[in-house]
């Protein structure tokens, strides 16, 4: 009796374990949970006996150790790792520098191709022995390698006869943090930033390390730690020191430290009486901080700028202009290989002219001014990180000038962390757009790419949605936009929906019943927000400041700062005229791009109040009214969203408990705040159309001045 009880203890226990054990979402898509198809685990096994890494460095320590977790842990079996291949079935890592072995395999013109960072995982057969063999030019190349192997672990994927050849398409892949030195995060819905700076440098939080492997595994190689809202205090020696070590935590990982340059620092913190670029005094004092700074982290990576913009200094202060101020930086940067990221997110109400058209006015014209170490960071679209943009039209227009991207993770207007929007298609959406500067297939991903203008620096930097939340993003899926964000600045040329497929299995569960379920509800989810929030090209109609709920009645105060200015809703309709007879923003755009956005009649209909102002009776191509269809594309969205409720739901059983009920309760919380959104803009727009909600739907149970008159205190990322 005793030993039965003993024996169904066990199994209980073992059945909690299995299924209903609780995941706070902690570890990410680094999960390593044991391979439970006995079939791949037999191959897994028989492929995998014994486990070499070659090297001694800091990155081989770290190769070493996430390996033998991994596979120990996902192959139920411990594994060591040695540095002699003596049989067959082992998994060899190593470059040719650090290995005679890896020499020895005839690797040497494949690995030619793929640079510092790629790397080759095949199978080789010497002396008759067969082996899996992960090789690089550089550790840094060996360790992305390695990660990719748990991947395909982690995945379910095959590992007989593996043949792949891996080289990221950008050199710089970034984040930025907007964390300020308070740990207060601008735009931040996740908590408070990582960056403990008050315990710094001698409490390394074992966070720091984890967020290195997170990043290292998606290939990230760079962060920029401070937010472009700068404080110069950063740039003191006591937080240099602070900076140093995590810069030391990062390196083995591939991973570099930037930092925001505040333009007027040397008046700050410099005791000088300008900041002018062109002053000599100036230029010095940059040079021997910089100095300064690279005595302490010798691998610095170097500034990311906002100048200029929304109240921060810079070189236009003097009257100079932005290639004065980003050379004066790179000139202090260049002897030790730093780069500067200058933003050309710039802007002035004092300027007349439409927004969306004034960082293309600003920057095309200083196409060529800039120092080779220099990039300009341009946002995906020209106003703001909205639902849906049209591609920025800087992408293809500043030929001699390397473009990173800017992509924003953190969902400030895509619903902070309280909505399921995988943000990949959006991402996707973008890349994929055909600039046409150097005719039919110059996409944005070859611009950013450097390739459609061969440029030596090419890079993407993705505006970080990471906080101290235990599970670091706040909603459990918005993991998957940083997951996502990193594998497209390794590859901007990858699917959203195989990323999603990836980071699912890694994430939840390789069920094809879960699958079959997640993959489909996150690619439809970034078109259910614009539905619900900006459908049919309108944009900026959020809330004053907090950026969260609607607010398509924001008036006064900055022009540009409201909503009335974008979305110009008037008794004849709704939208903002960039067209030729308008602001003329499409003369931005290359042919036949132009044409295309000018025209009403062929401009895309999910960009068009993004272009045109159109009347309320105009007919879209599927017969309706633009009331109508307006109506439509909110309730649709609110549907959605309805649907991805209920099949969350269905998953009950299949997800580990404490993320299923996480998210169960953040979609609850989605579908109030979709339903706000489309009451609050439908009833407000409806004062203009004067047109009927369409019968079928439900009528909004509130009224215009109950959403008018909400207040809120204290919404996060922001100053309250
Ligand atoms: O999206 C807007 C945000 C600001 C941000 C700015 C920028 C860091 O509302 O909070 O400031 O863009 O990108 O500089």
Known sequence: MANLTKFFLTFLLLFTFLIGKSEDGYELWLRYKPVDNQVLLNEYCKAIKEVVVFGQSETTEVIKSEIARGLSAMLVQPYSVSSVVSSENVLVIGTPSNSEFIRSLNLVSRLDRLGNEGYLIVETTSKGKKNIVIASNSEVGTLYGAFHFLRLIQSNKSVVALNIEEKPQTTHRLLNHWDNLDR????????????????????????????????????????????VNANALVLTDQYIKKVAALAKVFRPYGIKIYLTARFSAPVEIGGLKTADPLDAQVADWWKTKVEEIYKAIP???????????????????????????????????????????????????????????????????????????????????????????????????????????????TQEYTG??????????????????????????????????????????????????????????????????????????????????????????????NDSKVIDVLKPMMMQSREAMVDYMTPLGLHHIMARNHHWGPGPWVDGGRPDWTSLYYHRADSLGIGFN???????????????????????????????????????????????????????????????????????????????????????????????????????????????????????????????????NLQFRYVPGIEN
């Open 184 to 227: 207060t995060i601008e735009r931040g819905y996740a908590g408070f930033s990582i960056w403990d700076w008050h315990k710094l440098p001698d409490y390394i939080d074992p966070r720091y390390t984890d967020y290195a492997r997170a990043n290292a595994s998606i290939g990230i190689n760079g962060t920029v730690i401070t937010n």
């Open 299 to 409: 691998d610095f990576g170097g500034f990311l700028v906002k100048a200029n913009s929304e109240g921060q200094p810079g070189p236009q202060n003097y009257g100079r202009n932005h290639a004065d101020g980003a050379n004066m930086l790179a000139k202090a940067l260049a002897p030790h290989g730093g780069v500067v990221m200058w933003r050309a997110f710039v802007y002035d109400h004092n300027v007349p002219d439409d927004r969306a058209k004034q960082a293309y006015t600003e920057f095309n014209p200083l196409d060529g001014k800039f120092d080779e170490n220099v990039f300009v960071q341009v946002k995906n679209g020209a106003i703001d990180f909205q639902p849906r943009e049209p591609f920025h039209p800087l992408f293809g227009a500043m030929p001699k000038t390397p473009l990173m991207m800017e992509f924003q993770i």
């Open 416 to 509: 902070c962390a309280t909505h399921l929007v995988y943000l990949a298609p959006l991402f996707e959406e973008c890349l994929d757009a055909d600039t046409h500067a150097k005719g039919k297939g110059s996409t944005v991903a070859k611009v950013i790419d450097g390739s459609l203008d061969n440029h030596l620096y090419s890079g993407m930097a993705g505006v970080s949605n990471i906080g101290n939340d235990r599970n670091w993003t706040g909603h459990p899926f918005a993991q998957s936009n940083w997951y996502a964000y990193g594998r497209l600045a390794w590859n901007p040329n990858l699917s959203s929906e195989d990323i999603a497929d990836e980071w699912i299995r890694q994430t939840f569960s």
């Open 578 to 708: 960039r067209s030729s007879t308008g602001s003329n923003a499409v003369a931005q755009y290359y042919e036949p791009v132009r044409q295309q956005f000018d025209k009403l009649e062929n401009c895309p209909e999910n960009l068009l109040l993004w272009f045109h102002h159109v009347p309320w009776t105009y007919k879209l191509k599927n017969g309706q009214t633009l009331w109508n269809a307006i109506c439509d594309q909110y309730y649709r969205g609110t549907d959605a969203v309805k649907q991805m409720q209920k099949q969350w739901q269905g998953l009950k059983g299949s997800i580990d408990d404490q993320r299923f009920d996480h998210v169960s309760q953040l979609l609850q919380i989605q579908v109030n705040e979709s339903v706000w959104w489309r009451n609050a803009c439908l009833l407000y727009f409806q004062q203009f159309s004067k047109m009927p909600i369409p019968e079928k739907y439900e009528k909004p149970d509130k009224t215009l001045e109950y959403y008018q």
